[in-house]
């Protein structure tokens, strides 16, 4: 997994902002402030996690092979390259 040595602001729709861990996937960094995301397989292959991305950048750790939408991210394979603003399936 690649790291950045940034954390960014986190703005989740509906439920409040986080910041990124460093060290961690968006899903992880989520997980770490009690934001629940439904998620599977963690690596981007089962699609369970798919975010729709409103605002921001992210960069995948490994390639995705679930089928995602131009507005949509799978948390479990990506880190923040900005801020964010995402919207979480409930």
Do not use: Q
């Amino acid at each position: 997994m690649s790291k950045t040595e940034d954390a960014f602001r986190i703005d989740v729709v509906d439920v409040g902002c986080v910041n990124s861990r460093p060290d961690k996937t968006l899903l992880e960094s989520l997980e770490a402030d009690n934001i629940p995301v439904h998620a599977h397989c963690r690596e981007g292959f089962c699609g369970a996690c798919r975010t729709k991305l409103l605002d921001g950048e992210v960069n995948y750790t490994t390639d995705p092979l679930a089928f995602i939408d131009d507005d949509e991210i799978l948390p479990c394979c990506c880190v923040p390259l900005s801020a964010l603003k995402i919207k979480v399936p409930l």
